[in-house]
């Protein structure tokens, strides 16, 4: 026999609702995957632009309205990130804050150690997502961390 509590009015209308939000929230996570691979289709269209047409990013940035900053972190970031290991269920913009952050830590590790200091963008961009830094200074400071690790520099070797 059914509980009489189970088909009140109100049940019914939470269970309807709590529905209509994980359909919601599904629907959302799968816009978010597009989002991501979106980000990389353009990076890739880019690149092919670039590379087999020869079209220079500044005459891109031009015509579609984007800085020549931007026509270049995605450019940047298709390169980067083989197609074979781009995690869809991370957001692209991620992926350009973790490469913005990379270059400026290689730069400074390269700067105050005298030698290149390549950055793995695909093994930082799965350790900041496994360490669930979401600041833009966290992350920063993860990478440099790492740099002065690896670099044998003390701590202020490699400046913020």
Not at 118 to 132: F, H, L, M, N, T
């Amino acid at each position: 026999m059914s509980n009489p509590k189970d088909s009140s009015p109100v049940r019914t209308l939470v269970r309807e609702v709590t529905a209509q939000v994980a359909e919601k929230i599904e629907h959302l996570k799968v816009l978010f995957r597009q989002e991501t691979a979106l980000g990389f289709e353009i990076g890739d269209s880019i690149v092919e632009l670039v590379d087999q047409c020869g079209c220079k990013q500044s005459f891109l940035a031009e015509k579609l309205g984007r800085s020549e900053a931007t026509i270049s972190d995605y450019a940047t970031i298709a390169r980067l990130i083989p197609p074979a290991v781009r995690r869809l269920d991370v957001p692209f913009t991620l992926y350009m804050v973790v490469v913005r952050a990379a270059r400026r830590v290689s730069t400074r590790t390269e700067n105050a150690t005298g030698k290149p200091y390549p950055i793995d963008v695909v093994a930082a961009v799965d350790d900041i997502v496994a360490r669930k830094l979401t600041m833009v200074s966290d992350m920063i400071r993860y990478l440099r961390n790492k740099a002065r690790e690896s670099s044998g520099c003390e701590y202020r070797c490699i400046p913020g």
